[in-house]
């Protein structure tokens, strides 16, 4: 069965940042499961037509068709139920708590951070798209809104949660990584993708557990290409 993901590309086609792609990518590791990425970019919308979706991640099972990267978490435990990422009932509840956590409060902070590095690693041809519709979206232009000093500070007070249970299991979700894991790695490491910017400390618990996450699943992410592998442009 061929099972294909299309997923975001930057100004080399190698580069993959999306954090909805990264937090699919590790749940499909995490099952085991091969996937062939699919390299898409913000201005082929009509690439996703088929799918009647406009955004990435979406996911091509055979002939199953599925949009939405939590939904994709959910579909791929629903067809592949050994080892879930997000499981059933108080599990998924938890984990639907912890995407809304992710997107709504470490986002923002890692936005600050990187926007005006991830608009460099943005393929050129989306670049204007790209401006255009986040700087509507955030009231103000895409340079006013780069406030790394804030953001860092910001994320270190909201990351605080994730750090007490960090001090007790080496993952969110126990021994082993799973749903809640590839939550937050997908947002980090969109960030650590476009930017050399410092995220956090590097001896916070946080900074330790992303090192283990990038070592995951015969070291996926660790193997990824990054603005580090580019020469300035
Ligand atoms: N809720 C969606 C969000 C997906 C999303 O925002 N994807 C971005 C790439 S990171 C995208 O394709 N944006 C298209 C656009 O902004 O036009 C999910 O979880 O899959």
């Known amino acids: 069965m061929t099972r294909t993901l299309y997923d975001l590309y930057g100004r080399d086609e190698r580069l993959r940042f999306s954090p909805y792609c990264w937090r699919v990518r590790m749940a499909l590791a995490h099952k ?9 970019r913000f201005s082929q919308k009509e690439a ?3 799918a009647h979706h406009d955004q990435v991640p979406v996911l091509c099972d055979g002939d199953k068709v599925v949009t939405d990267s939590f939904a994709i978490m959910r579909y791929l435990d629903d067809a592949y139920p050994e080892v879930p990422v997000l499981g059933e009932g108080v599990s998924y509840q938890r984990a639907l708590f912890f995407k809304h956590f992710v997107e709504r409060s470490v986002a923002p902070s890692l936005f600050r951070i990187v926007v005006l590095d ?5 393929h050129p041809g989306d670049r204007d798209y790209f ?11 895409l340079e006013e809104f780069h406030q790394p000093e804030q953001g860092r500070e910001a994320l270190q007070k909201t990351l605080a949660p994730v750090r007490g249970v960090l001090r007790e299991t080496p993952f969110l979700d126990g021994e082993t990584p799973s749903g809640a894991d590839y939550l937050l790695f997908g947002s980090m490491m969109w960030a650590y993708c476009v930017s050399k910017e410092t995220l956090v400390p590097p001896d916070d618990e946080v900074a330790h557990w992303f090192e283990r996450m990038l070592a995951q699943h015969n070291g996926l992410a660790a193997n990824a290409f990054t603005v580090r592998d580019l020469p300035a442009e």
């Open 131 to 141: 401006r255009e519709t986040r700087e509507a979206r955030f009231g103000c232009t």
């Open 32 to 40: 085991g499961l091969d996937v062939t990425l699919k390299p898409w």
């Open 48 to 50: 996703l037509a088929f």
């Open 118 to 122: 991830l608009l460099a690693a943005i």
